[in-house]
């Protein structure tokens, strides 16, 4: 692709960001209907679905032959059928949305031919934009962003949502996880897989994991991560999908190794 389209993809990208963050700080302040999606913890808001139909209009207005991946699917058409693909998560973190109202992020990728080419993650309660695009870098607002510290396991700040995963007990991870918490510095969760993937590039974290994400989830955040230096595969260690489920880790690059060998001590995985 072109640098010229490239750029231009990136400038749309960054404003449906800031567009959708700004949609959503000014519905925060209104009521808003809540549903619950596959139960009381899988939270759905009015706000979700309108956000997302706002930056779907703004994509194809401006790319009417491009596909849409949105969690919230405002996209009729079928997103297999476009070379290039917006997977798009218009409010990652609803439930601290509802609750926090911070910590929840926009999350917009583009992939064109399934390669990664731009993603954007805004987090519109601070007014912080991570992005990056293939091959150019990735900044936090005008902030580039290089993982070059040597962080040892024992020294990482790890996050991960595998205690609260039912299939994790299932299968074990949350034990090896939990093997895994004594031995780094610390654990966090945030609760908005594209902004802790986006800390994870900014240094802030240094390291992810999560089972079973969806595409809209770790889109934008995997672009944002390796722009950054960092490494981002399935726990397995294989390439991450871009239009289905996976499960994510990601980190800053010189314990990679280390990280996998702990994730991959489960087969069922
Ligand atoms: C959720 C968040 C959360 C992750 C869940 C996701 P949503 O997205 O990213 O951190 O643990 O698996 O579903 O539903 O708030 O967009
Ligand atoms: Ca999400
Ligand atoms: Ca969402």
Redesign the pocket.
Known sequence: MQTSSLTALKELALQCARSAGKLSLARMKEPFTVEYKTSAS??VTAV?KEVEKHVVDMILQRYPDHGILG?ESTFTGDPGKYETLWVI?P??????FVHQQIN?SVSIAVYHKGEGLIGVVYDPSRDEIFHAVKGEGAYLNDQPLRLERQVHLEEALLCT?VF?NKRAEQIGIDQIVKKLAGKVRGMRL?????L?LAYVAAGRLDGYV?L???A??FGAGKIIVEEAGGRVTTMRGTPLPFDQKSSVMACNPAFYEELQHYLSMNENM
């Open positions: 899988d939270l979700d969690e998560d409010i990652d973190g609803t439930t601290n929840f949502s609260w945030l609760g908005s897989a594209a802790e999560s079973s994400l969806n809209w989830d």
